[in-house]
């Protein structure tokens, strides 16, 4: 949306929203067997949005037996690619039809700001599902190098049915990462989104539909991760679980595999990056960048650069300026155009993220900026932005996942120092690094143990390139770019002899 409507007009759009609320499964819109529900939370007011359908184990016996049924009759799977294409090209035609109602669902249940929702989330999510569906009739296969007396085909195929257990920080695109590549190759799909986040998987589940994906083979799942996640991880016909969240509950998912059926498993898990800034970097860009990688999506995010590793001189003039960079991120009500912080995802979070500037205070860090909740008065979760400075990295603030808006300051001596601290965590998503220097750029970029490294900005990419981490970031597979095809396929041999 290249435009942002104003606060009234979204407040009009958000009222005529009808909320999607009910499982999807095997192409329609049914209650959870057990006929229970949950609440759905505005996280910025603090009050319900919706009841959706609590899902269980029964709900995904139906699910699966609905994908795999799909997947059998080939009504998908066995469609020539370039048929799928169309048809999801046609689902990204309606997204974009809904695309106001798609980006507004996502910040009223996760209370991410309404600017970032239409005019990153909405539209990146529809281009993601575009770029993979049109990728899907131009991958070829392969025939082995043989004697004449042979014919050698390596033929990719598709896994099967494939469960995607996605978090609620970026809940449409998280859902489109993995169905994009999924569909594309040919797969039945069960998405449960995060019990948090049900609403924008539900209408795109409805949108696909309507655009000609078959009954079951994108179906949705609502519910809690203990009982609905844990069954699609469970389940003997499942031949795979594309999994985005933390690494504690991936863990979970590699037991699940272990104790049914080896399904295959590809794990998006959490971080800890580090945002290198060397003595001769531009400071000013480096504070733009450090602000927007530390507080951006407020901090709910997996490549969250919550660590700013800075060299020994310039430590004192970047703070100022990232001090004065934060005036122009103001925290409020997510559905105001003019805010680009909203709040926490739910209470326990909120008061998780709390605990953490606690232990940082208690540690001995000096807290410089922040550190409380703010505006009470709505009823809603929000924690202002947070800095501490005189952080050492052995700090529990240093090493571990926050999810929140708070950054904190590492200074070191050089390049060497500066590396060995950035990679001093169990994690390895993403890191940044700023200098003026091509060669220590390059050096630094080399010694990452991490899957993204950005130099002078802080950046994922784009759709092209690969996206996923080292270390406990993650396990065995990539979301986003032509890489991300492969893991949803199994690799074929047909040996032919030709005679003689
Ligand atoms: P989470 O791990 O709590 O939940 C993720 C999903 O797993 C949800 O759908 C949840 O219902 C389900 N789940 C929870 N417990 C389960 C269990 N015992 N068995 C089966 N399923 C279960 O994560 P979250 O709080 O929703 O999201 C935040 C985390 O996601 C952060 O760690 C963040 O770094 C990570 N993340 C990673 C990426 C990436 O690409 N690497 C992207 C976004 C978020």
Known sequence: MSTLPSKEHIEKAVGQIQFDTDAFIDGKFVK?????????????????????????????????????RAFEAGVWSDLPPSERKEIMLKFCDLMEEHEMELGLLDCLEAGKPVADCLQIDAPETIA???????????????????????????????VGVVGAVIPWNFPAQMAAWKIGPILATGNSLILKPAEQTSLSALLMARLASEAGVPDGVFNVVTGFGETTGKALGLHMDVDMVAFTGSTEVGRYFLQYAAESNLKRIILECGGKSPQIVLADADLDNAAENAVSAAFWNMGENCSCGSRLIVEKGVKDALLEKITAELKAWPTGDPLDPGNPLGSMIEKGHMEKVLSYIETGKSEGANLLLGGNRILTETGGYFVEPTIFDGVTNQMKIAQEEIFGPVLSVIEVENEQEAIAVANDTPYGLAASVYTASLDSAHRIARKLRAGNVSVNCFAEGDMGTPFGGYKQSGFSGRDKSIFAHEQYTEMKTTWISLGK
Do not use: M
Not at 58 to 64: G, K, L, P, T, Y
Not at 130 to 158: C, F, M, Q, V
């Open 32 to 68: 959870a067997v057990s006929g229970k529900t949950f609440a759905t939370e505005n996280p910025a007011t603090g009050r319900e949005l919706a009841q959706v359908a609590e899902c269980d184990a029964a709900d995904v016996e139906i699910a699966v037996a609905a994908a795999k």
């Open 128 to 158: 993601c599902i575009r770029w993979h569906a049109e990728a899907a009739d131009k991958l070829y296969d392969h025939i082995s190098p043989t004697g004449s007396e042979n014919l050698g085909l390596i033929t990719r195929e598709p």
